[in-house]
């Protein structure tokens, strides 16, 4: 049961819940910023679109995360969110959120505590993107993802969970073309470490998996979403 003033503190945020279908823009780089969003269900990608047309997406996110956050005096977004599947998100006006930051410290703490996590992701898969083998890189991603949709860092075998993604978005995740990413995914399901077949990936071997992805326990823990 909610206390009078959680009561308050919800009225004060109008936040809205919105619903989005697989590949449709939650916002684009160039719309005015006015929203922080939490995603109650599904997943999405936040991307980074370059001049000559190419993207770069830095994060993949689901159930739990925040997202939207702009440091205060930029007016737009700066980068793209996309629904990968059905994705259902509260959205909260960044105004209104930072008068209720203001007074409840308890809450300005896990804010910050959110953002530093993500920016450890961020940097691991950066220095993954940049300096590790295309077969690490895609091992590393799907790691991460597995864990994220999970909650857990130990799987057993045959292990399936559901990814919305498609080779072209591993691609751009990873720094690689399309048709190298597809090279790789028949390498790991011939040497029995994983299959990824129409958005399900199936752990064949879990252990292999850590090792190929160099999963490191800082890391693997900062991928849990509690």
């Not at 990608?45 to 930029?74: C, M, N, V, W, Y």
Request: glycine share 8%; with cysteine.
């Amino acid at each position: 049961m909610k206390t009078e003033d959680e009561l308050r503190d919800l009225q004060m945020l109008q936040y809205r819940i919105k619903s989005f279908s697989a590949g449709k823009l939650i916002y684009g780089p160039h719309e005015p910023h006015g929203f922080v969003y939490n995603i109650v269900s599904g997943w999405l990608a936040i991307s980074h679109d370059l001049l000559d047309g190419q993207r770069q997406i830095s994060q993949f996110l689901t159930k739990g995360a925040l997202f939207g956050f702009r440091p205060e005096g930029l007016v737009t977004n700066g980068q793209s969110a996309v629904a990968l599947d059905e994705v259902t998100v509260c959205a909260m006006p960044a105004a209104n959120l930072s008068v209720l930051l203001n007074s409840h410290p308890k809450l300005n703490r896990r804010l910050v505590w959110m953002m530093g996590r993500e920016s450890l992701i961020t940097e691991n898969r950066l220095a993954f993107v940049g300096q590790t083998s295309a077969l690490t890189r895609i091992a590393n991603l799907f790691m991460e993802l597995t864990v994220m949709a999970t909650r857990k860092l130990v799987h057993v075998v045959g292990s399936k969970v559901r990814l919305p993604l498609t080779q072209s978005q591993i691609a751009d995740a990873t720094g690689l073309t399309a048709i190298h990413v597809n090279r790789m995914l028949r390498k790991l399901r011939e040497d029995r470490v994983l299959d990824f077949h129409d958005g399900v990936l199936t752990l064949m071997n879990p252990d292999a998996l850590k090792t190929l992805a160099q999963l490191g326990e800082e890391i693997g823990d900062a991928w849990v979403i509690d």
